[in-house]
């Protein structure tokens, strides 16, 4: 596709539900991003694929928090138990090497009820 | 840790009234400072990379600048349609892949 595709756009959940939220990366893009964003708030990082390789997940709040892109192309953020401080945006961002400008999705928001 | 301020957090403006928007940043080694547009219910959009001071780039209205400890993007004879939210983000030399350290943002609103 032309840019990064983010699926579901919205989501509501119950407090402890499980949720997937799936970024399909601009093609041939190697680098692959996950960020939080809280209402009002700027973008936080969460984690960090190169290829299929997740070489930074610093960012991820708590074990509950569990990225994957096996095959180096669309990746899935999942959220086990989620609770109502999970509520928030989720942005997902691509690029096609270093130093190069980052891509970003139109997000998920997550409402959890 | 890297640290990311922006100010103000709002600005409103009258259509033609140019004005600044800062973005002050603490890092280690700098490789990069990321300017990105988002508007409500959307991603943030690419806008500047700047990698050393005294480094500027123009873009329509937009004019980003770089020093030591900060970056400005200047709104010359803003349009309603640069209402936004503009963010500012600084990448660091030993950070995985392109990580980016975001600010808070500044809300912009232009009013005719």
């Known amino acids: 596709g032309a840019g990064v595709s983010q699926s579901p756009r919205y989501k509501v959940a119950k407090r402890g539900q499980d949720v997937a939220l799936r970024c399909d990366p601009i093609s041939g893009h190697v680098s692959l991003f996950w960020y939080q964003q809280a209402l009002g708030q700027g973008p936080e990082f969460l984690t960090y694929f190169q290829n299929e390789a997740q070489l930074d997940k610093s960012g991820l709040p708590s074990d509950r928090f569990f990225a994957e892109r096996p095959e180096g192309s669309v990746s899935t953020l999942k959220i086990q138990r989620t609770q109502q401080e999970d509520s928030a945006v989720y942005l997902c961002?691509?690029?096609?090497?270093?130093?190069?400008?980052?891509?970003f999705g139109q997000g998920t928001r997550l409402t959890v009820v | 840790e890297d640290q990311v301020t922006q100010s103000p957090e709002a600005l409103r403006l009258q259509e033609g009234e140019s004005s600044s928007l800062n973005c002050s940043y603490t890092v280690s080694g700098l490789r990069g400072l990321f300017w990105y547009r988002q508007d409500p219910g959307k991603g943030p959009e690419f806008l500047f990379t700047l990698y050393s001071a005294g480094e500027e780039k123009e873009k329509e209205r937009l004019k980003a600048t770089l020093t030591k400890k900060e970056s400005f993007l200047h709104i010359t004879a803003p349009k309603p349609e640069d209402s936004a939210t503009y963010l500012c983000?600084?990448?660091?030399?030993?950070?995985?892949?392109?990580?980016?350290?975001f600010g808070g943002g500044t809300r912009v609103l232009v009013k005719p």
């Open positions: 983000a600084v990448q660091e030399t030993k950070a995985a892949g392109n990580k980016l350290t």
């Open positions: 961002a691509s690029s096609s090497t270093l130093n190069t400008e980052a891509f």
